[in-house]
């Protein structure tokens, strides 16, 4: 239960702080993901930090009782997941794949559902309710 509110807290201030960059500079955001797309050492280190932040997640947090908890475990995996795809999908099924998140829409909508689901967490961790 400690685990879960401490990296509700976490997870949800990042959460806030990264839906409010979308929704405040789109154009930058997807300025910086089309030029992940092009950079491979980009990716390989996106990758790498993804794929440690989603281990240390699914390895002390693999919880589904509560939705927080939930919420939380499912982040974990796929943050283990995008790290795995950055790191093995060769540079033209990658820049195929981020082609199909480049809709500014895509960005609207992402941005306040990471805002809502933060604000959730954070919330939630904090006791806010």
Do not use: C
Request: proline share 2%; glycine share 8%.
């Amino acid at each position: 239960m400690l685990l879960t509110l401490f990296l509700a807290r976490v997870i949800g201030v990042y959460m806030i702080i990264g839906g409010a960059a979308v929704l405040a500079d789109r154009r930058r955001i997807m300025a910086a993901i089309v030029a992940l797309t092009h950079e491979r050492f980009a990716q390989l280190m996106a990758g790498v930090f993804a794929i440690f932040f989603g281990l240390i997640v699914v390895n002390l947090h693999n919880v589904w009782t509560t939705l927080p908890a939930s919420l939380v475990s499912l982040i974990g995996w796929l943050a283990l997941l995008k790290g795995i795809l950055y790191l093995v999908l060769p540079e033209a099924q990658m820049e195929k794949m981020m082609k199909m998140f480049m809709d500014r829409k895509w960005y609207l909508i992402d941005g306040i559902l990471v805002l809502l689901v933060g604000a959730y967490l954070a919330g939630y961790g904090y006791a806010l309710w």
